[in-house]
């Protein structure tokens, strides 16, 4: 009796284990900083740029992609990322800390569908012909696979386009420069999304150039509209970090190449990937 009452205890925590494990292996969501102007593991180089990578229920999809294609494509192997699993590569705007990686990832994998907006200058177009790359011209807000939107153009100097990822906790909003402002962002994704909050906010909001006044005017606003997770990136500078960081205390996170946003069983964990040796299936 006692030997079948220690076979089921171990049975319960295996199978415990098992579903644990089942889980961690595939979250809702996971977005990886892939390039960043910090970086957060030592063995990943900091650029001036940004890039992240989004899994959500079975889609992989690139969002922007640095300055520099070798560093692009030695983080994506340092993290064991092949870049012929990403469905999607989304261009936020013009310019080449955001655009230039691309066209490398294309010619590692010629079946991804890159879009970039309509109105980037036709360089960038005759670039993308020289690959074999046709990409999509976004103009207004669409769905990118299952979930994920884009905002589609939103006016500024130059035009952009953000992601919002919806999620069983809210909305997961990455921006690029945040040259139309990022304020004028999230309103614009609220609006298209018909919604009043943003779980998590992560990207350059581009604050490097302003006051801290400015700074602190746009996180008032934020929390108005209910932005509850901040992870300042790329071009927010290190002043709007500290000033993110006092308003929103713990709900503040760094960015930096390798960091690594999980949501999981409705729990949302912000670390860093943790370098491995064995080769994985990513
Ligand atoms: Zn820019
Ligand atoms: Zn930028």
Not at 78 to 103: E, N, T, W
Not at 176 to 191: D, F
Request: with cysteine; net charge neutral; glycine share 8%.
């Amino acid at each position: 009796m006692t030997f079948i009452r220690q076979l089921c205890a171990v049975t319960v925590v295996l199978f415990c284990f098992a579903v644990r494990h089942a889980h961690s292996e595939n979250p809702e969501l996971e977005v990886l900083v892939l390039f960043d102007n910090t970086s957060a593991r030592e063995d990943l180089r900091r650029s001036w740029g940004f890039s992240a990578l989004i899994d959500f229920r079975g889609h992989r999809v690139l969002f922007d992609a640095g300055s520099d294609p070798t560093l692009l494509l030695e983080h994506l192997e340092k993290m064991q990322i092949d870049p012929k699993s990403i469905d999607h590569a989304i261009i936020s705007h013009q310019h080449g800390d955001h655009l230039r990686g691309v066209y490398w990832v294309f010619e590692k994998n010629p079946k991804m569908t890159v879009h970039f907006l309509d109105n980037f200058p036709e360089e960038a177009f005759r670039r993308a012909a020289g690959v074999g790359m046709k990409p999509r011209r976004v103009k207004g807000p669409f769905e990118v696979v299952p979930g994920i939107y884009s905002t589609g153009i939103v006016d500024g100097k130059p035009p952009e386009q953000s992601l919002v990822i919806d999620t069983s906790l809210g909305l997961v909003m990455l921006v690029g420069c945040s040259h139309p402002g990022v304020v004028k962002l999230v309103e614009t994704a609220q609006s298209q999304r018909k919604t009043d909050s943003i779980h998590l906010l992560l990207g350059g909001f581009h604050m490097l150039r302003k006051q801290p006044n400015e700074i602190k005017a746009a996180i008032t606003q934020l929390k108005d509209l209910n932005v509850t997770n901040a992870v300042p990136a790329h071009c927010s500078g290190d002043l709007a970090k500290e000033l993110f960081q006092s308003a929103y205390g713990d709900k503040f996170n760094t960015a930096g190449a390798g960091r690594r946003i999980v949501l999981d069983e409705g729990k949302l964990v912000i670390s860093t990937l943790e370098a491995r040796n064995e080769p994985t299936d990513k």
